[in-house]
């Protein structure tokens, strides 16, 4: 079979395929914002714990040298400060998680969701294909019985 020539193919939803390809690339960039957030707030958990060990120990040495109720006082306020912060953080952090996955899952739907149309439009230009090409060899068979009457009527001196 000769090859078609695609040029006349006229694919009905390309906008709406360019549509979703769009909408994809905007949840990939919402996605790598949110991953960073997530490493963000990763970062900050992480130093927010590192400083509450390092204060709790110094804590517990500055408590074992000598007993300041003030100075302890003052302290664990500034520890129970942190657990705070440590929570906001945990939650700040899993609800980031969370917004990451919802993320994720609308990117794999709408990637499914183009790769419907990328298949639809294979199979619309096969069809297309397959429609020029019975055009072209009709086309071909209509020409060659035209030369064919024409040679017949040459041959018996109609012309």
């Known amino acids: 079979m000769s090859t078609v020539d695609l040029r006349g193919f006229v694919y009905g939803l390309e906008p709406v395929q360019q549509k979703q390809q769009w909408r994809l690339d905007a949840l990939q960039v919402q996605l790598s914002k949110t991953h960073k957030q997530l490493q963000q707030h990763q970062a900050a958990l992480e130093a927010l714990q590192l400083t509450h060990r390092e ?8 408590l074992q040298r000598q007993f300041n109720p003030a100075a302890h ?31 994720q899952q609308a990117c794999i739907a709408q990637q499914n969701r183009l ?24 086309e071909a ?19």
Not at 55 to 62: D, E, F, K, L
């Open 141 to 159: 068979d209509r020409d060659w019985m035209a030369r064919r009457q024409w040679r017949h009527q040459e041959e018996r001196g109609d012309l």
């Open 55 to 62: 204060q709790s120990m110094h804590a517990t040495q500055a």
């Open 73 to 103: 006082s003052l302290t664990l306020a500034y520890l129970a400060q942190l657990q705070e912060q440590i929570g906001v953080s945990q939650a700040r952090l899993v609800q980031t998680q969370n917004e990451q996955k919802a993320l």
């Open 115 to 138: 790769v419907l149309l990328t298949r639809h439009r294979e199979q619309a230009t096969q069809a297309y294909m397959k429609e020029e090409a019975n055009r072209l060899a009709s």
